[in-house]
């Protein structure tokens, strides 16, 4: 019987041109390595709406290793749709995400992003500072 690692079992299915590797870009990034991420970033069939969508789930589940990594695609807009992955880090208060998108030379920050940032930074301060009042 021949085994396979994970990343050999997906590039198998990736093969398969039956299997839409946009449905399971989450999975491979939830349950395995980066090794996962890199080999899906490597196929001509994951399009830039799929993987803008996946940084937005990264984001929410608070995975800075697989957004980092994710930034260094070309094929990311990190203000994609109003900069969604910008405004759900700082409301989850995820602030080295936050740090690591503006970083990003692919991130506008326009007027209402700027003014959504500014409030949802001192919402994130006042549950701090409850926190350790209580």
């Not at 490597?42 to 799929?50: E, L, Q, Y």
């Not at 990190?78 to 900069?83: A, D, R, T």
């Not at 326009?110 to 500014?118: F, G, N, R, V, W």
Request: proline share 3%; hydrophobic share 45%.
């Amino acid at each position: 019987m021949v085994s396979l690692d994970h990343i050999q079992t997906f590039k198998v299915f990736l093969a398969d041109k039956r299997f839409d590797p946009t449905c399971h870009l989450e999975c491979a990034v939830i349950c395995c390595d980066m090794g996962s991420l890199d080999v899906y970033l490597k196929i001509p069939r994951v399009n830039t709406s799929a993987v803008n969508y996946l940084l937005g789930f990264l984001v929410k589940i608070n995975n800075r290793l697989a957004v980092m990594r994710l930034l260094e695609d070309p094929l990311v807009n990190p203000s994609f749709i109003e900069n969604y992955a910008l405004k759900a880090a700082a409301q989850n208060g995820y602030w080295d995400i936050v740090s690591c998108l503006l970083q990003d030379k692919r991130t506008v920050v326009d007027a209402e992003t700027k003014a959504d940032l500014d409030h949802l930074a001192r919402m994130n301060a006042r549950q701090v500072l409850k926190r350790l009042i209580d």
